[in-house]
């Protein structure tokens, strides 16, 4: 089964669960992506990490993470969408999810649906297939309302499942521009006094709020972006180690193999090797 709506300007809505015999999809890198395990089991391998995922968890995907299917026993449905069909950046003050569930870390947001949280995506993705048995006019703003009302439920779940004061908005906004942040600048900046000083913050206020909602501190958060993106780019390029180290604003070579074996527990030729032979 997939259900797919193309706008005229390219824009993408995919819902499908045959993802796994869609190579084109999987390799497409504008898409954003949710898998959700509807019984049984999924594997899945993610840039460098395994995943196993269970009944009833969704998991959201940014459009630079690599995903595969290793093993599938059981059966799972997947939302995939562009910015051209619904824009998370011009959007954040409609449902909150950018710096949150779509980032381009490794440690993926993992979230576990309990009864009432599953009524409520499963009535959105009716909804959803209801929708694209339409013809009029006013289809693809229908779906784009729906795909909204989905990841702000996700949004929702995410927020439960991290215990996230609601009534403390104001820092939870924080964490997520420093998130954002991060994502944007890891490459030239590593040091949380850089990402302070754009927050109008101190560091110490960064690492006083990432500890309260129980969150890596935030030079942990800054390596973890570099580090993934490094591991994506031994992976997925034929760039040298050298090349990776300058695209990642290290001085030379040496600088990056250390940290590379201080973050990894393991040399860049070690991780290469092991990887590429598995």
């Known amino acids: 089964m997939e259900y797919a709506c193309i706008t005229p ?19 497409n890198k504008e898409l954003y992506k949710f898998i959700w395990v509807l019984d049984g089991t999924i594997d899945l391998q993610v840039d460098h990490a395994r995943l196993h995922l269970e009944e009833n968890q969704v998991i959201p995907f940014s459009n630079i993470h690599n995903v595969q299917f290793t093993h599938i026993a059981g059966k799972y449905i997947s939302i995939l969408f562009n910015s051209n069909f619904y824009c998370i950046y011009k959007s954040d003050s409609e449902v909150s ?19 009432p949280q599953l009524a409520t995506l499963e009535r959105i993705l009716s909804d959803m297939f209801l929708e694209y048995e339409s013809e009029d006019s006013l289809k693809e703003e229908m779906l784009r309302l729906h795909l909204k009302r989905f990841i702000i439920t996700c ?17 939870f906004y924080l964490v997520r521009q420093f998130f954002i942040l991060v994502d944007t600048y890891f490459k030239e900046k590593k040091k949380v006094s850089d990402y302070a000083r754009m927050l109008n913050r101190s560091p110490k206020t960064l690492t006083n709020l990432f500890a309260l909602y129980n969150l890596p501190a935030p030079l942990q958060v800054i390596h973890e972006r570099i580090s993934s993106e490094a591991k994506r780019l031994l992976l997925y390029s034929n760039k040298s180690a050298t090349e990776i180290a300058h695209i990642l604003g290290f001085n030379d070579l040496p600088s990056f193999s250390r940290f590379f074996k201080r973050t990894s527990e393991v040399s860049i030729s070690e991780f290469r090797k ?3 032979l598995s």
């Open 97 to 115: 999810c950018n710096g949150f569930l779509f980032t381009g870390y490794s440690n993926l947001l993992l979230m576990k649906i309990n009864a």
């Open 274 to 276: 092991e990887h590429l």
């Open 155 to 171: 949004t929702r779940i995410a927020r439960v499942s991290l215990a996230i004061d609601p009534l403390n908005e104001s820092g």
């Open 9 to 27: 300007i390219r824009g993408s809505l995919v819902v499908t669960d045959e993802l796994h015999n869609n190579q084109a999809l999987l390799n």
